[in-house]
């Protein structure tokens, strides 16, 4: 990472682009980003300026081995960026230690009506209303089939899997059978390096109905009987009271699940501190600042009770080194992110990467895996 070029990115982006891009609808600048990302990630020279620019390299104290996977940092994109994986040459360039693209799903699907996205700048927070718009597994895993090789050696791929979102899939049977059959093309394609369930996206057809325990466990014991070559993990919502939350876990543990992502975005508005007016008549559910207190205080407790059996992968809130390293050391061995991107700009992968290893050394710890979880029973 060049440090004048990265700080100077960072000032630029948050003074001059930012201002510019916040003037436009978010889903009229989340198209143009996509769009200008695959053209720009199609030059090897513009990815090396990328990586030379914003990256972070620190194998020593960030990597680490899990599950047979090797991340070379702990900082991945959150699900919901890159709906299609269309980017992950650009976002292996800035930084990122791995992705997680979707979710896809079993059909495509258009979504919801938009607009899909609004903005509560005060709040550092999007409004989300995308509702699983995705081209489809089928599409999506011959596009990650056409990558080289050379391109998840060393930046794991984590695909979410939902059921898709129509009337067709509310019913129970349907939905396991979407979830399957869309697990089987992924097996037989040979993609990915992780699998999330994500089985909290709201906004859908059906609400989310295998958040409850029995429905849950039915979902997995069919999951299990594919014996995936992937580790599984399982999306969380952030909605539930832990004695809730606890109870979906303790149907986890007892299948083929490596770990869960907590969490999903804040549904409760009435739960959470608005800096900014937020109409009625805006549909959809709350990303970034909202969901800090909420994933943090799940964090710790499961990585209390659960943390020798499930790895922890923690979103909701990031916007800085200090923020990421919060999560960590409440249990979280991962961590994901999109809203501080999109709030402080692309140099902020390699930031807190540098500042997860300045903030390692300041506490004595040697790697990552020794900061995890050091605050869980504190």
């Not at 009435?270 to 959809?284: E, I, Y």
Request: charged fraction near 20%.
């Amino acid at each position: 990472m060049n440090h004048l070029l990265s700080n100077t990115t960072g000032a630029c982006y948050r003074g001059v682009m930012k201002p510019v891009l916040f003037r436009f609808s978010p889903d009229a600048v989340h198209n143009r980003l996509l769009a200008g990302g695959a053209r720009l990630q199609q030059s090897a020279l513009a990815r090396r300026a990328a990586h030379f620019a914003w990256a972070y390299d620190n194998a020593a104290m960030l990597q680490q081995t899990m599950h047979g996977i090797t991340f070379r940092n702990p900082v991945g994109l959150s699900a919901g960026f890159d709906k299609n994986f269309a980017l992950p040459p650009m976002l292996k360039a800035v930084g990122f230690g791995f992705m997680e693209g979707g979710s896809l799903t079993y059909h495509p699907c258009a979504g919801n009506p938009r607009p899909w996205f609004y903005r509560l700048p005060k709040t550092k927070s999007i409004v989300v209303y995308a509702g699983l718009a995705n081209e489809g597994v089928q599409h999506i895993t011959q596009r990650l089939q056409e990558y080289p090789a050379s391109m998840f050696a060393n930046f794991p791929l984590n695909i979410s899997v939902a059921k898709t979102n129509s009337p067709e899939a509310c019913d129970d049977a349907e939905a396991i059978a979407d979830y399957i059959g869309s697990l089987r093309i992924i097996r037989q394609a040979g993609v990915g390096k992780l699998i999330t369930l994500n089985i909290s996206c709201p906004n859908t057809y059906g609400g989310e109905p295998f958040t409850t325990p029995g429905r849950l466990d039915i979902l997995l014991r069919q999951v299990d009987t594919l014996r995936l070559p992937q580790p599984v993990f399982i999306k969380m919502p952030s909605h539930l009271s832990w004695r809730d939350f606890d109870g979906l876990l303790a149907v986890i543990v007892r299948h083929h699940v490596a770990g869960v992502t907590i969490s999903n975005l804040a549904k409760d508005r009435g739960q959470v501190k608005l800096m900014d007016a937020l109409p009625d008549s805006v549909k959809g559910n709350l990303s970034g600042r909202p969901t800090w207190e909420l994933s943090n205080a799940l964090i710790r407790n499961t990585y209390t009770k659960y943390g020798d059996r499930l790895t922890i992968i923690g979103v909701g809130g990031i916007f800085s080194a200090e923020d990421a390293y919060t999560k960590i050391r409440l249990g979280a061995s991962l961590v994901e992110l999109i809203t501080g991107m999109i709030f402080e700009g692309p140099q902020l992968i390699g930031q807190i990467n540098e500042g997860l290893a300045r903030l390692l050394r300041k506490d004595g710890f040697h790697t990552i895996h020794e900061a995890v979880g050091a605050d869980a029973h504190t």
